[in-house]
Nanobody
Framework: QVQLVESGGGLVQAGSSLRLSCAASGSTFNYMGWFRQAPGKEREFVAALKWIGAGTYYSNSVRGRFAISRDNAKNTVYLQMNSLNSEDTAVYYC????????????WGQGTQVTVSS
């Protein structure tokens, strides 16, 4: 059974940093990513990485401020978020994809990130 468990969300002030974690179990994935959904908005892509080998991808809104990384030994992917602002407030979801392309197959339960200005 595949499980993705996020942690690390919280309430922070603008300009602060936060690191999210996603512990994965139950399968080997091709890609893992982070998405977010703000109130009243659609879910949007934030960042992704290839689980085996190189390759990281970011949305324009977070490139240069966020960094995605992994610890293969712990089956955990991280999202380091720096210079947070109020527009980063959202529920952040971890996702995993079995194939190199296409939709993400598994999703975590989400973790709330709130940035106060």
């Amino acid at each position: 059974q595949v499980q993705l468990v996020e942690s690390g969300g919280g309430l922070v002030q603008a300009g602060s940093s936060l690191r999210l974690s996603c512990a994965a179990s139950g399968s080997t994935f091709n890609y893992m990513g982070w998405f977010r959904q703000a109130p009243g908005k659609e879910r949007e892509f934030v960042a992704a990485l290839k689980w085996i080998g190189a390759g990281t991808y970011y949305s324009n809104s977070v490139r240069g401020r966020f960094a995605i990384s992994r610890d293969n030994a712990k089956n955990t992917v991280y999202l380091q978020m720096n210079s947070l602002n109020s527009e980063d407030t959202a529920v952040y979801y971890c996702a995993a994809r079995l194939q190199a392309y296409g939709k993400y197959d598994y999703w975590g339960q989400g973790t709330q990130v709130t940035v106060s200005s």
